[in-house]
């Protein structure tokens, strides 16, 4: 049994990366934290092969009561994908010590608190993979998105001392970083827009933006045995926009 966990899949990245790996033959176990019903529909469409899980993974509590709900249906993890996030965009002047911590307590401590709760199952697994969602803004920070920026670069960090203190277990560590991706994280920003996502597709330099579905491709191929030698890398997944 192959068994994989995707967290903040009930919905956009999440959700995709969760539905290609349920294709691949995994076990998935998604978790949402205020949606069920996202969390719900998700589970129906991968035919409730897997576990629905309630998570807030910067509450350790929270984090705890998964791992014991996970762990009375499996003994062992094979893929971990670490995703999902609510940002606060705000710039410099405006960010609150308050906006602060919710971002990087969601984002990186997050990230910390759940890889370090499933790493007992993830080394009885015969070949583990960790993966974790940072974003293309850990190289070039956004201007109004000053929490976000330092969070994905701690992510990218993160990842790095992961890979090179749990490669020697078996465990393999990579990061993706999505470009500009159509998702909920947008609402309030332009999601409904469509001139606007008209003008990022025209700016990128493959004439579109990245969807869901790009990055449940690039997860299904760094877990896989053609990527075994890949660890420590963060791929980037925004049509070469980054050196724009």
């Not at 020697?168 to 159509?182: D, E, F, W």
Request: proline content about 3%; overall charge positive.
């Amino acid at each position: 049994m192959k068994v994989a966990m995707v967290t903040g899949s009930s919905k956009g990245i999440g959700r995709a990366i969760a539905k290609k790996l349920n294709k691949e033959g995994f076990d998935v176990v998604i978790t949402y934290f205020q949606d069920q019903v996202a969390g719900d529909k998700v589970f129906k469409e991968i035919n409730k092969k897997g576990l629905l899980v309630k998570l807030d993974s910067g509450n350790e509590d929270s984090v705890k009561a998964a791992v014991k709900d996970f762990s009375k249906k499996y003994d062992h993890l094979d893929v971990l994908v670490i995703s999902g996030m609510e940002d606060r965009p705000k710039g410099f002047l405006k960010t609150s010590l308050a906006d602060w911590n919710y971002v990087i307590n969601n984002k990186l401590t997050g990230t910390f608190l759940v890889a370090q709760n499933f790493y007992p199952f993830l080394k009885k697994s015969q070949k583990a993979t960790i993966i974790l969602n940072t974003s293309s803004v850990d190289e070039r920070p956004v201007i109004g998105a000053i929490a976000y920026s330092a969070a994905s670069g701690g992510v990218t960090n993160l990842m790095k001392s992961l890979a090179l203190e749990l490669a020697p277990l078996g465990i393999r560590v990579n990061a993706i970083a999505p470009g500009t991706t159509r998702t909920d994280n947008w609402k309030g920003f332009g999601l409904e827009d469509d001139e606007m996502w008209k003008r990022f597709a025209r700016e990128n330099p493959m004439k579109r933006v990245c969807t869901p579905e790009d990055l449940g491709d690039l997860v299904s191929y760094l877990i896989s045995d053609e990527a075994k030698y890949i660890n420590g890398n963060i791929i980037y997944a925004d049509g070469g926009n980054r050196h724009r």
